[in-house]
Nanobody, 121 residues
């Protein structure tokens, strides 16, 4: 049984930082692309960031480029999202995702349960 368990969400003021973690189990983590998506109230779930299985390739939504950094530790079966210079519009539930190839507009094979991030102005 595949499990993706997010942690690290919370409330922060604008300009602050948070680091999300996603611990994966039940899959061959080293061969999976990993990603982060988010869903704000009343909006569709959207792509945030993706990292290849090796960590050598990353991609980001334009809205977070230069502020967010995705990384992974294959020894710990964990993917991270470092979020800096947070803005109120970053407020959303953040979901970890896993698939052999993460595509921004295609639902991934596996989802985590989500972690809330709230940014106040």
């Amino acid at each position: 049984q595949v499990q993706l368990v997010e942690s690290g969400g919370g409330s922060v003021q604008a300009g602050g930082s948070l680091r999300l973690s996603c611990a994966a189990s039940g899959l061959s983590f080293r061969v999976y692309g990993m990603g982060w998506f988010r869903q704000a109230p009343g909006k569709e779930r959207e792509f945030v960031a993706v990292i290849s299985w090796s960590g050598s390739s990353t991609d980001y939504a334009d809205s977070v480029k230069g502020r967010f950094t995705i990384s992974r530790d294959n020894a710990k079966n964990t993917v991270y999202l470092q979020m800096n210079s947070l803005k109120p519009e970053d407020t959303a539930v953040y979901y970890c995702a896993a698939d052999l190839t993460i595509k921004p507009r295609r639902p991934p094979q596996y989802w985590g349960q989500g972690t809330q991030v709230t940014v106040s102005s």
